[in-house]
């Protein structure tokens, strides 16, 4: 939490953290006192000044966001998973047990994220709109990579997940248009495979304008252009459409 979300300001989220997990005082213990938690507590702000200073060096601003949190859920054997929860949002540990925001293993990781639910993709709807609303920054880049895990495969098909996602990306896309803030691009992964199992039609998004540009990041799918689907990928997406390799 890096801002005084709608969805759950920062005071808020300091005094659940701290009474969930730690002190009932509400007071921060020392091992687990972080300095922009601090500052922002004392009113301070980080979206903000940095926008105010990449404008001022006359560069465009944007802001990254990592499209799934479930990076916080790994290994349980080597980390508790009541430990692991200190690392995650009140969102999610609210709906840790749910029978659709639960934990569910894909691939080796453990995922509280479920696209299809419509509470979660509202939820990250309201995060980046108050980024737009607050900040308006140039532009958003959405982090696929880090974890790409939306939906359960086994329980959805190829086209639920496109249509679920793909209305999601042009519903973000409207409110940013309609907010002042041009460049919606992404960092999605190389795989074929993976971008289906995530819901992303780069055919149909790109055609209809919904990303400016793309990049294809270097994480679990490949490492080397070689490894990758980029000749696919770049067959899909309109001739001048700008498509980066990490």
Not at 46 to 57: C, L, N, S
């Given at each position: 939490c890096w801002n005084n979300a709608t969805v759950l300001s920062i005071p808020e989220h300091v005094d659940w953290w701290t009474h969930?997990?730690?002190k009932k005082d509400g007071s921060l213990p020392p091992n687990r006192t972080e300095g922009f938690m601090e500052h922002l507590m004392r009113g301070g702000d980080?979206?903000?000044?940095?926008?105010?200073?990449?404008?001022?060096?006359k560069m465009k601003a944007f802001v990254s966001w990592r499209m799934s949190d479930s990076q916080a859920f790994s290994n349980f054997a080597a980390r508790p998973l009541?430990?692991?929860?200190?690392?995650?949002?009140?969102?999610?540990y609210d709906n840790r047990y749910n029978a659709t925001m639960g934990l569910s293993k894909v691939g080796g990781y453990y995922s509280v994220q479920n696209w299809m639910v419509p509470e979660v993709r509202a939820y990250k709807m309201q995060m980046l709109q108050d980024i737009i609303t607050m900040y308006k920054p140039d532009g958003i880049s959405l982090d696929f990579e880090r974890a790409p895990l939306f939906f359960d495969t086994t329980k959805t098909t190829s086209s639920q997940r496109k249509a679920t996602m793909g209305g999601w990306l042009r519903n973000l896309r409207a409110r940013m248009?309609?907010?002042g803030v041009r460049t919606l691009c992404a960092r999605v992964p190389p795989s074929l495979g993976t971008l289906d199992a995530i819901g992303l039609d780069l055919a149909a998004l790109t055609?209809?304008?919904v990303f400016e540009f793309l990049t294809l990041g270097i994480n679990?799918?490949?490492?080397?252009?070689?490894d990758s689907d980029f000749g696919a990928i770049k067959a899909q997406v309109p001739k001048e459409f700008q498509l980066?390799?990490?």
């Open positions: 969930t997990f730690y980080i979206i903000g000044p940095f926008i105010e200073y990449t404008r001022a060096a009541e430990d692991q929860l200190k690392d995650t949002a009140k969102f999610w248009t309609a907010g055609a209809e304008g679990y799918d490949s490492f080397l252009p070689q980066n390799w990490e």
